[in-house]
């Protein structure tokens, strides 16, 4: 399994912005789909943006879409979630997953279920 270290979290004013990297090690990160969950004090942990093992394909939470952006670098083992338009509600710890797939999969998973490698969480906080 591939090993993720998420960066980039911190405290940002309302409306403001963060890039969030994960970056991988261990294992082929091309061969891998990758997510993006996030999980405030209290609650699950929630599905936020996907992204295909190639980058073709991307899939969001409707909480977030046309504010985040998820993309992804192979040749850096890297992906990226980009956050705009910040709301205080983004607050949690976000979380870097991902799958091991087949160059044949096209499957939409968004279920935290559906990933195996976890990263260790980058807290994101946001001020009104």
């Known amino acids: 399994q591939v090993q993720l270290v998420e960066s980039g979290g911190g405290l940002v004013q309302a409306g403001g912005s963060l890039r969030l990297s994960c970056a991988a090690s261990g294992d082929r990160f091309s061969s891998y789909q990758m997510g993006w969950f996030r999980q405030a004090p209290g609650k699950e942990r929630d599905f936020v943006a996907a992204?295909?093992?190639?980058?073709?394909?991307?899939y969001y939470a409707d909480s977030v879409k046309g504010r985040f952006t998820i993309s992804r670098v192979n040749a850096k083992n890297t992906v990226y979630l980009q956050m705009n338009s910040l709301k205080p509600e983004d607050t949690a710890v976000y979380y870097c997953?991902?799958?091991?797939?087949?160059?044949?999969?096209?499957?939409?998973?968004?279920?935290?279920?559906?990933?195996?490698?976890w990263g260790q969480g980058t807290q994101v906080t946001v001020s009104s």
């Open positions: 997953a991902g799958r091991r797939v087949p160059m044949s999969d096209t499957n939409y998973y968004h279920r935290s279920t559906d990933f195996g490698s």
């Open positions: 992204i295909s093992w190639g980058g073709g394909r991307t």
